[in-house]
């Protein structure tokens, strides 16, 4: 990959102001999370006490729950130095447990973001909104985000920047799981952080949250394609549960999963690998670059086959891209297999082969796969 790069500014932000910022953003970081953003944990204790030394943070231990939140003096300086950025603080004391846990889902969120170089500070990308809450006209039709703001560069919009700029717009879609929207110039994901398959994913909910990026009465930023779902979980074992259940600890499939209220959902884990999956996901030219190794590698596909496919090996056998690990389509892919008594080819990063082998079976699937080492050395080069 001899793709050019420039890294966000989040990216470039040093360990200490990662911490700050996301705290900042969140409202609140897992105590035992401070590897996502980088370091180790003898590191992590000594910035802890920096610091609350420096009286930037304090430590809230309730209900099983532990994390770092900013004082009330780091909370009025961070809005006076930076207003854009520190907008849609909630200054409010909020400790249900519901109301803290999903603060730690967004501060997941914002490690992975910042892992995958996508920018999601408001005052470091383009306010895309075409309507605001302080808008008096709404009888026009229009879109309600300017497309021609957007660069190729992927951009994140948290669930709480896109309630109070479309405040009219979205009230339909309330207590989705949705933590926000990764937008490009060509492409709209709806983020969501499953973690650990706490927070419960409601069918009709998040069917509704699809409209944000289907040509519907809502956002409009994807004009007749179809609605795409990420997916971030703590690991593979969980989002096995998800996808297939678990009968020991009576947990059944997700029914947005069965029922495919998105078009595609993609399953990325909070792990450094996972990182580097959205990573090129999100950036078109490493996108492309995997796509082009692909079609080199194997013939080129067709529509009117027996199973959706990618292409077809040497033998004549269906070959799928599933280096988005996209469940969707694995699960289409499978089930072509299955009616036609098929073998198939799969295409995948190497940390994804055990996951994809467990939610396939029974069809019967040859792995070929890519390291996700060279793919970060590559790019690190």
Do not use: W
């Not at 609350?52 to 994390?67: A, N």
């Not at 927070?199 to 994807?222: D, H, M, R, S, W």
């Not at 056998?317 to 469940?327: A, F, K």
Request: contains cysteine.
């Amino acid at each position: 990959m001899d793709n050019e790069h420039t890294q966000s500014f989040s990216r470039r932000l040093s360990i200490k102001d990662r911490l700050v910022t996301i705290v900042s953003l969140s409202g609140e970081f897992p105590y035992t999370q401070m590897e996502r953003i980088g370091v180790t944990e003898a590191y992590a204790k000594q910035l802890r006490h920096r610091l609350y030394q420096e009286g930037k943070i304090r430590i809230q231990d309730k209900d099983g729950i532990k994390g770092l939140v900013l004082t009330n003096k780091s909370l009025i300086s961070a809005k006076e130095q930076n207003p854009t950025r520190y907008k849609y603080i909630d200054t409010r004391n909020r400790p249900e447990e519901s109301r803290r846990y999903r603060r730690h889902l967004f501060a997941m969120t914002y490690c992975s973001l910042i892992n995958a170089d996508i920018e999601f500070l408001p005052d470091k990308k383009p306010f895309v909104f075409s309507r605001s809450r302080q808008s008096q006209s709404y009888d026009a039709p229009r879109p309600l985000i300017k497309n021609s703001l957007l660069t190729d560069e992927p951009i994140f919009y948290s669930s709480v920047e896109i309630k109070y700029e479309l405040e009219d717009y979205v009230q339909q879609i309330r207590n989705s799981a949705m933590m926000g929207l990764i937008l490009t110039r060509t492409d709209c994901y709806l983020l969501y952080n499953i973690h650990n398959n706490r927070y419960p994913l409601g069918f009709a909910t998040e069917n509704k949250a699809g409209i944000l990026t289907q040509n519907g009465e809502f956002i409009n930023v994807k004009p007749d394609r179809s609605s795409h779902a990420i997916m971030l979980v703590d690991g593979f074992e969980t989002a096995s549960e998800m996808i297939l259940g678990n009968r020991k600890k009576k947990i059944r499939p997700s029914s947005v999963i069965l029922n495919q209220a998105f078009r595609h959902i993609y399953i990325v884990p909070e792990t450094p690998d996972g990182d580097m999956q959205l990573f090129v996901m999100c950036h078109k030219d490493y996108n492309d670059s995997v796509d082009e190794a692909f079609r080199e590698n194997y013939k080129e596909g067709t529509v009117d086959f027996a199973t959706i496919n990618d292409g077809f090996d040497e033998e004549g056998h269906p070959v799928l891209n599933g280096c988005s690990c996209d469940i969707t389509r694995l699960f289409k892919f499978q089930k072509g297999l299955l009616v036609n008594d098929l073998t198939g080819r799969i295409l995948c990063y190497d940390f994804q082969m055990d996951f994809i082998a467990q939610i396939m079976a029974p069809a019967k699937i040859v792995f070929n796969h890519i390291k996700i080492n060279d793919i970060r050395e590559a790019i690190e080069d």
